[in-house]
């Protein structure tokens, strides 16, 4: 799907945080990096969902202290089920403290 988007839609947000989340699943942090362009990392700053993504993709990475940053701020902006982001959510297992 990732392949498809970046055929049809390479400047997009979704082909943007599509293939931040390819390069992270495959542990390639410089090329997770490099993809997230600037108008993903705005939406990523205003939006929740974004924000989630963000942290959770990050915290793949290992790059705590920037999926910290992103899940705080992904609950600041409404996303509040604790529940599922403390126990159910594995992407973020890397940072959560184990309940």
Same mark, same amino acid.
């Given at each position: 799907?990732?392949?498809? @988007? ?5 400047q997009? @947000? !979704?082909?943007?945080?599509g293939?931040f989340? #390819?390069?992270?699943?495959?542990g ?13 990392v705005?939406?990523?700053? @205003?939006?929740? @969902?974004?924000?989630?993504f ?9 790059? #705590? #202290?920037?999926?910290l ?6 609950? #600041?902006?409404?996303?509040i ?16 403290? !184990?309940?």
């Open positions: 799907i990732i392949d498809d @988007i970046e055929k049809d839609a390479p997009s @947000i !979704p082909c943007s945080f293939l989340m #390819k390069h992270a699943v495959k390639e942090k410089e090329k997770a990096i490099r993809s997230l362009s600037e108008e993903a705005k939406l990523a700053k @205003i939006d929740h @969902i974004y924000s989630w963000a942290a959770q993709f990050y915290s793949l990475l290992d790059l #705590k #202290k920037e999926a940053d992103y899940l705080e701020n992904a609950v #600041k902006r409404g996303r089920d604790y529940p599922f982001l403390s126990k159910r959510d594995p992407f973020l297992e890397n940072i959560l403290w !184990p309940w």
